[in-house]
């Protein structure tokens, strides 16, 4: 079994709705997103897949969500832009993005800080 990871980041601003603190406040976050893949193969080349399309995937999907207001996507208008649904949402759209691969999308872990972290896995 083979476990790749790559590690890609945004930068944006959100605030949290039902939540007492100051989160509730709008505030902002150099994100950093870890994906996990997984395949019981390799290629004839001996890949799983180039590092290189993996972060040309992610990069895609991080660029919609960077240097914005999160709140305002349409996706966290019915989903609270917490670090676990952000999570979920990288992992549903990097899932898709990779549905004619022979691997298994594992895991995507959303770091607020060095500190702080929340991960998504099906």
Known sequence: MYELRIIGGFSSAHK?????GKCENLHGHNWKVEV???AERTDKSGLVIDFKLLKEKL????????HCYIND????HDHNPTSENI??????????????????LKKITVWENEKQSASYFK
């Open 59 to 66: 990069d895609s999907i991080t660029s919609e969500i960077d």
């Open 73 to 76: 996507i349409e996706y966290f």
């Open 16 to 20: 949290l709705r039902d939540y007492e």
């Open 87 to 104: 999570a979920e949402y990288i992992f549903e759209r990097m899932k898709s993005s990779l549905e004619n691969y022979a691997l298994k």
């Open 36 to 38: 996990f893949i997984e």
